[in-house]
């Protein structure tokens, strides 16, 4: 499975940026998909994940109501809406999937997650 992240860039604190994941392969056994963020420093740190069977979502507390993860069947494809952008979201994004080794109930640890995308880096500025 091949994992392909785009749309970082720098943006403005209160701006928006969307970020995209392909995924391309073997995904036929996919539970989930998720993202993850890493700032300078410090350790991954879960964000989004949607259950690919149910559709359902699910957010770190810092991001709802701001970020929202959706997805694209046809074009097998994940996407991370991001409003409201403040200096704190500034850090590399990685989009992951798994392969259906686990429960679902584990779609916040990155041990859940069988592969990984490249990342895209993420600035916000104050």
């Known amino acids: 499975v091949q994992l392909v992240e785009s749309g970082g860039g720098l943006v403005q604190s209160g701006g928006s940026l969307k970020l995209s994941c392909v995924a391309s392969g073997s995904t036929a056994s996919r539970t989930a998909m998720g993202w993850f963020r890493q700032a300078p420093g410090k350790e991954r740190e879960f964000v989004a994940a949607i259950i690919w069977t149910t559709g359902t979502t699910y957010y770190t507390n810092s991001v709802k109501g701001r970020f929202t993860i959706s997805r694209d069947d046809e074009k097998d494809t994940v996407f991370l809406q991001m409003n409201n952008l403040k200096p704190e979201d500034t850090a590399d994004y990685y989009c992951?999937?798994?392969?259906?080794?686990?429960?679902?109930?584990?779609?916040?640890?990155?041990?859940?997650?069988?592969?990984w995308g490249q990342g895209t880096q993420v600035t916000v500025s104050s």
């Open positions: 992951a999937i798994d392969q259906g080794r686990y429960s679902t109930s584990y779609y916040w640890m990155s041990q859940f997650y069988d592969f």
